[in-house]
């Protein structure tokens, strides 16, 4: 965009003017005896303490609610590879968040790269400012790695949210439909279309969250994942041996036969024959922004939950109902990492939020339900220190 495109009159750019944070004092900072507190010499002994034992920075720096909201760039919401100084409202739109619904200080890092060895260099560099790392906008197949190997450096949580996040709140969405419906996660037939971060990650975590995987079928821009597909590596590999067991073949529509489930993650286009082809009483998320995979009215004539990831519709789908309580909790339990168990049970606590007043239209709660990130982030803590990854 032009610097003549930009509209001083037009709120959004009002809004974004100068920034949307500041980092602001928590000490005052009026007298001689507040600056030899804050300052020198005064900290100096907190130094020194740190240094004898490194776990003090959890009680006397920031450390204990503080992440870092780290992008490349590379696959910012919508907009693709925009790189590192065009990503900056979006990290700090991130942050913002954080603060305002889990009292998580979180700090916008945009990095000038889109090596793989350099932002793990960087990041892991940076971290003892930080006491979580928020992956954000990175491309996959780049993010996985980016993230496994953060993962493995470093001791303290790790989590890309576009992976997990989205994949959390598709979990609660998805306990609770089945429950609105009288169905069981294991009984259900999932297709998901959409084999990136978003892809992989909602497989896994349904998974892990009861649905059979020898139930789901996932698709990618060549169709139907399976053994049968020649040349598959990585993370598609694994799909390919971990899903579809009926070795079913062709595109999207033969995915969507005689299916339960719909978790549109790809921002393709879903034929309303596709939908008409699924199992009466079906259900389906198309995530896809601005434009859901298939529009919502269409898909509503042909099954009986619908969501999106959009405000304007009922259900939205929507990373924020997840990320700030996942990492409060984490936070508050001094968690070394983010496990599989943590994530089911932030998608339970948020599922549990609305589980007494379910309706086809309410099965998630709405992103400003102040009830959300305190369950989340309870349940959170509660399974890191059941699955052991809490310090000392």
């Not at 598709?170 to 279309?193: F, I, M």
């Not at 649905?211 to 821009?221: E, F, K, T």
């Not at 060549?222 to 067991?245: P, Q, S, V, W």
Request: net charge negative.
């Amino acid at each position: 965009m032009s610097a003549s495109t930009v509209d001083p009159a037009d709120p959004v750019f009002r809004l974004h003017l100068g920034g949307k944070m500041a980092v602001t004092s928590t000490v005052p900072l009026t007298s001689r005896e507040d600056l030899s507190l804050a300052y020198t010499p005064g900290v100096a002994r907190v130094c020194e303490a740190i240094a004898a034992d490194p776990a003090l920075a959890d009680d006397y720096t920031w450390v204990s609610h503080t992440v870092a909201v780290v992008t490349d760039g590379s696959a910012v919401l919508g907009l693709g590879n925009i790189g590192p100084r065009a990503a900056l409202p979006v990290m700090e739109g991130k942050a913002v968040l954080f603060k305002q619904f889990a009292g998580v200080d979180a700090v916008p890092i945009c990095l000038d790269t889109q090596d793989v060895d350099e932002i793990v260099a960087t990041v892991t560099a940076l971290a003892p400012s930080f006491g979580g790392i928020n992956l954000e906008d990175i491309s996959a197949p780049r993010c996985f790695e980016v993230e496994r190997r953060l993962d493995e450096a470093l001791a303290i949580p790790v989590f890309h949210d576009d992976q997990h996040g989205t994949a959390i709140v598709v979990l609660a969405a998805l306990r609770n439909a089945a429950a609105l419906l009288n169905r069981k996660l294991g009984d259900l037939r999932v297709a998901v279309s959409g084999a990136g971060a978003a892809g992989v990650a909602v497989t896994k975590m349904l998974v892990a969250g009861g649905v059979n995987p020898d139930q789901v079928v996932v698709c990618d821009s060549k169709g139907i994942i399976g053994r049968h597909r020649d040349g598959l590596t990585g993370t598609k590999a694994e799909l390919a041996e971990t899903t579809n067991a009926e070795g079913r073949q062709g595109d999207i529509t033969e995915a969507l036969r005689g299916a339960d489930v719909l978790v549109g993650v790809s921002g393709g286009q879903i034929p309303e024959a596709a939908i008409a082809g699924m199992a009466p009483g079906g259900i389906v998320f198309a995530l896809a922004n601005p434009t859901p995979e298939v529009d919502p009215g269409v898909a509503a004539r042909h099954v009986a939950v619908v969501a999106t990831g959009r405000s304007d519709y009922p259900n939205q789908i929507n990373n924020v109902l997840a990320f700030p309580g996942v990492f409060r909790g984490a936070l508050d339990a001094r968690a070394t990492r983010i496990t599989d168990g943590m994530k089911v049970a932030a998608a339970d606590a948020i599922a549990g939020v609305v589980a007494e007043s379910l309706t086809a239209d309410a099965i998630v709660p709405s992103p400003l339900d102040p009830r959300v990130a305190p369950a989340v982030a309870a349940a959170v803590a509660e399974a890191a220190r059941r699955d052991g990854v809490t310090r000392a």
